[in-house]
Nanobody
Framework: QVQLVESGGGLVQAGGSLRLSCAAS????????MGWYRQAPGKQRELVAG???????NYADSVKGRFTVSRDNAKNMVYLQMSSLKPEDAAVYYC??????????????WGRGTQVTVSS
């Protein structure tokens, strides 16, 4: 089992910045893709940013140029630097990770989420 724990959420004014962190722990063999999703009240969960093990990234159009995803493979961590935050960025942000065990079995894991609130 792999556990993901997010941190760094909070309240920020529009135009401000936040950095989210996510730590993977447990019986880790190899973590492949990692990423961030978000879900605002009454809306579907959506992909914010993803990053492969070798550092290739992809972003939702709504956050391109404002958010940056990065990772530290040695620490099994993924980060989301959020800048120029807008009220519409407010949501619960979830970390995800695709894990492969020593037998080659793959599983996807989710964190419990961290709340980001943006005041206008």
């Amino acid at each position: 089992q792999v556990q993901l724990v997010e941190s760094g959420g909070g309240l920020v004014q529009a135009g401000g910045s936040l950095r989210l962190s996510c730590a993977a722990s447990g019986s880790i063999f190899r973590v492949n893709d990692m990423g961030w999703y978000r879900q605002a009240p009454g809306k579907q969960r959506e992909l914010v940013a993803g990053i492969t093990r070798d550092g290739r990234t992809n972003y939702a159009d709504s956050v391109k140029g404002r958010f940056t995803v990065s990772r530290d493979n040695a620490k099994n961590m993924v980060y989301l630097q959020m800048s120029s935050l807008k009220p519409e960025d407010a949501a619960v942000y979830y970390c995800t990770a695709d894990h492969v065990d020593s037998t080659g079995w793959g599983s996807s894991y989710w964190g419990r989420g961290t709340q980001v609130t943006v005041s206008s």
